[in-house]
């Protein structure tokens, strides 16, 4: 079965801080792959997703992940973060049947 | 932005009684699915469903019941309300492609006391 890591749950920097949140899969077929977003009472958004091309992806508000085949990971980064960047962040795999699993989140806190 | 809603948004109920969590989208989309999701948890699917009377179960053993008699609703629905029923309930859907990909609602939270 399919499974995606993601460590340190809590993360707390300063704007203008850099961010990047791990993301691993356990998985041997083709995968897609998430970045989703919770922000403060608002409901889950796509911030980006890979499916095949180029294993860089830019998403939303100046996020970017890289899909790293051979360690089997999909970092989401944020050069210089904001304080409306506090959110919840979840990634998720989509497999072969099109089934979704999900990680347990890195909560970020930026503070201003 | 996506267009799905679910409602109630909070749910505070006593043990025993039967609730329905609300989830409809405008978007036309054939797959919805029911997700659960405890604090600091990964999201577990529950059900879902690829079309107009197709259901299915989830990876995560609920003992909630799902309908699907329309394209754009998908009730989800506890007989019996317990306290270990009390999560966020989240809904999504999504349209067949290659490049599928599931938008979300914002989510019921339940408490059942």
């Known amino acids: 079965a399919q499974s995606v890591s993601q460590h340190n749950h809590h993360v707390i920097l300063s704007e203008a801080a850099s961010l990047e949140l791990g993301c691993n899969y356990s998985y041997g077929g083709t995968v897609n792959l998430f970045w989703y977003v919770q922000y403060p009472g608002q409901h889950l958004q796509l911030l980006l997703k890979?499916?095949?091309?180029?294993?860089l992806v830019k998403g939303i508000k100046g996020f970017e992940a890289e899909f790293i085949k051979s360690k089997f990971s999909f970092n989401l980064r944020k050069p210089s973060v904001q304080w409306s960047d506090t959110a919840e962040y979840f990634c998720?795999?989509?497999?072969?049947?099109?089934?979704?699993?999900f990680g347990k989140g890195n909560q970020v806190v930026v503070i201003p | 932005e996506a267009d799905i809603y679910q409602t109630p948004r909070y749910l505070v109920i006593g043990t025993g009684k039967k609730i329905t969590l609300e989830c409809s989208q405008t978007?036309?989309?054939?797959?919805m699915y029911w997700y659960q999701q405890d604090p600091g948890m990964e999201l577990h699917l529950i059900h879902y469903?690829?079309?107009?009377?197709?259901?299915e179960k989830g990876d995560l053993s609920s003992e909630s019941t799902v309908s699907r008699i329309r394209t754009e609703h998908f009730p989800l629905t506890l007989e019996s309300a317990r306290p270990s029923h009390t999560s966020q309930y989240l809904c999504?859907?999504?349209?067949?492609?290659?490049?599928?990909?599931?938008?979300f609602g914002p989510g019921t939270r339940l408490l059942v006391l």
């Open positions: 978007m036309g989309h054939d797959k």
């Open positions: 999504a859907s999504s349209e067949w492609g290659n490049q599928e990909t599931q938008y």
């Open positions: 998720a795999l989509k497999d072969g049947n099109n089934r979704l699993a």
């Open positions: 890979y499916f095949s091309g180029d294993p």
């Open positions: 469903s690829y079309g107009v009377n197709s259901t």
